[in-house]
C-alpha cells in the first residue's frame, strides 16, 4: 500500500495508476482510529471497483474551540496496518498544513480561504450544537475529492446527517463521484461502534446499547401501526420510556431526539409508516468509572 | 459547436470526446453579451488547448434582489454566432433549474443546496456594495468546473477581485483546473469593454474614459517615485485629481477606490513601487442622455 502525504503526490498517483475512462476507484475518507464500521466501508469499495483509495486525516476545521480536537485518538500505525492487510491500494495522511494551506484557525472569524457549506440540512440536529461541523465536514471532502477523484466514495449511515448534507453538497456542484452509504456496523449487543466509544467502561458501554433500543422500539411501533400516519408524540414516548431509567440515574443526558423527513430533515409531526423516515438522536453518556467523562454518542434508524 | 443544454448531456460530450490524459481542454464560463474581452479568452483558449469549450448563464446567486438580474442584457444567437464563428467547440447553455436544483431564491435567507464562500478576498472592494457576490460566483465557477472538468479556464482581468477569489478557491479546494487571467481588452480611448457600456449614450462612454484615465496616472506616479514606498495619499489625490470634474459635473460618483496587495487585496498605506500593486475602483456613470440610467463601471491596473 501507498501512503502518501502531499496532494501533488496522490495527483500524480492516480494519473500515472489510474484511467478514469476505463477503471473505477472507490475512495473512504476517515479520520482513523479505525473499527469495523471503517472497515465495512472499505470491503464494500474494495467489492465493487479496480482500485481502493483510504484518507487518514483529523479535520480541524470541523471542531469548534471548545472540542476534543486535541483529543481526538489517534492510532496511525495500527490504522494503516488494518488498511494494507485490507487491500487498500493507497492511504493520503496529509498534515493540516497541506489541506489548509493559509492555516485553519479554530475561531471561525480568523478563518481565511475557501469553505463549502450546505444550506438547509446542515443547520439543524447536530448542527445545533456544532454550528460550523458540517461546514468543515462539506469543506474537507470537497478537497479529498478533488484531490483523489474517485468515481466512487463510501460514507457511514451512522453519520446520516453528514451523508444527507455531502450527497446534497455532490449532487448539486455536480462533483464527479457517485456517494454511497453502508450501514451501520454495531457491536452484539447493538451499540453503533464509534472510535468514542473506548473511551467508556464496559458498564456505561452496556448501558449505551439501550440508545439503539429505544430507537428501534419506535421504529417497530410505528410499522406495527394501521393508519397511514403516527403522531410524533407516540413515537418520542415510546423512545423515551427505554430511555428514562438511564436518564433518571444521570447515565444519559439527550441532545435530541429527531424523527424527520429522511431527505430533508426537516422534522416530521405526523410520521408516515412507510418510507423515507430517519429517527435520530445524540446522547451524552456519563461514564461510570470516570465520572468527568462524558461521551456524546449518535444514532438513527431509517424506517 | 455543439450547443448544449443539460449538465449531463455535457458530461457525457466530454466523457465521449475529451481525453483527459492527453488532450487539454480550455474553457471560458460566460453570461453573455460577448465582446472583444471574451472573444480574447475564448482565443488565447483556442491557441493553447486541443478543445475550448465556453458556457453562456446568466448566474442568479450572485445578484442582490435589488440588482439588474432581469434587466441583463440577453443578446443569445448573437453569442452563439460569434463563438460558433471563433472555433468554439461546445457551448453549455443551461437553466436556472439544471444549476440549482432545488430553485435559487434572490434572497439569500430562503436559499437551499451548497454554496462555496472564499473568506478573506470577498468581503472588501465589490463585495462591500455587494455583499454576496463573489459566494454566487464561487459556486457558479465550481459548478461548472464539474461539468465542464476542463485543464484550463481562462478570466479577464477586468473583474480581478473576482480572479483572485476564484483562483484561492481553486488553488486550496485542489480543483483539477488551472486558472488563466487575461488582460482587460479596451476601446480606443481606453474605456475597458462591459456588457454594461451599451446603456450609456456617446457623451457619457467618452467621459468614462476618464475612469482609465486616472488609474494610469497613480501607476506612472508610482512608477516614477525614486523611494521605495510611496504614500496612498499622493496615489489617491492623484486619481482624484483627474476625476474632480466629472465629479463636479455630476457625472461620476466613486464607490471604491482601492489601492491593494494584488495577492491578499488588503489595503496599502505605504505602496511598494515594485510588484504586487492592484490599483481598482467602482465608479457609477449617470448617462448623460437618459439621466435615470446610472452604470456602475469598474476598472483596474495591475501596477
Known amino acids: ?62 471542531f469548534a474551540p471548545t472540542e476534543d480536537l486535541d483529543k481526538y485518538p489517534r492510532t496511525l500505525q495500527n490504522d494503516l496496518n488494518l488498511l494494507e492487510s485490507s487491500g487498500v491500494d493507497m ?114 458501554r452496556e448501558i449505551s446499547k439501550n440508545i439503539y433500543r429505544g430507537l428501534k422500539a419506535a421504529v417497530s411501533k410505528l410499522h406495527k401501526q394501521d393508519g397511514a400516519k403516527m403522531e410524533r408524540s407516540v413515537l418520542l414516548d415510546t423512545v423515551q420510556e427505554i430511555w428514562a431509567p438511564f436518564v433518571a440515574s444521570g447515565d444519559f443526558s439527550v441532545d435530541y431526539l429527531s424523527i424527520a423527513d429522511a431527505s430533508t430533515l426537516q422534522e416530521l409531526d405526523q410520521v408516515p409508516n412507510s418510507i423515507n423516515v430517519v429517527i435520530s438522536c445524540a446522547v451524552y453518556v456519563k461514564d461510570r468509572a470516570n465520572g468527568s467523562t462524558v461521551v456524546r454518542l449518535i444514532d438513527n434508524i431509517l424506517a
Request: aromatic share 8%; net charge neutral; with cysteine.
Open 91 to 204: 492511504c493520503f495522511v496529509p498534515g493540516a498544513d497541506e489541506m489548509y494551506p493559509q492555516g485553519i484557525p479554530l475561531r471561525v472569524e480568523e478563518q481565511r480561504g475557501p469553505f463549502v457549506t450546505v444550506l438547509g440540512v446542515s443547520e439543524q440536529l447536530e448542527g445545533r450544537t456544532r454550528p460550523n461541523f458540517f461546514r468543515g465536514v462539506a469543506t474537507v471532502v470537497t478537497k479529498l475529492l478533488n484531490v483523489v477523484l474517485p468515481t466512487h466514495a463510501y460514507f457511514g449511515q451512522k453519520d446520516y446527517q453528514q451523508y444527507t448534507v455531502l450527497q446534497m453538497m455532490a449532487k448539486e456542484l455536480f462533483m464527479n463521484t457517485e456517494l454511497k452509504m453502508m450501514p451501520i456496523v454495531r457491536d452484539s449487543g447493538g451499540l453503533a461502534l464509534s472510535s468514542r466509544n473506548r473511551y467508556l467502561c464496559e458498564d456505561s
Open 1 to 62: 500500500m501507498k501512503v502518501l502525504h502531499t496532494v501533488k503526490e496522490v495527483v500524480d498517483w492516480r494519473n500515472t495508476n489510474v484511467d478514469r475512462k476505463t477503471q473505477t476507484s472507490g475512495f473512504v475518507p476517515t479520520m482513523g482510529c479505525l473499527h469495523e464500521g471503517h472497515m465495512s466501508l472499505i470491503r464494500e469499495s474494495k467489492k465493487e471497483n479496480d482500485f481502493t483509495i483510504a484518507s487518514i486525516f483529523v479535520n480541524p476545521s470541523q
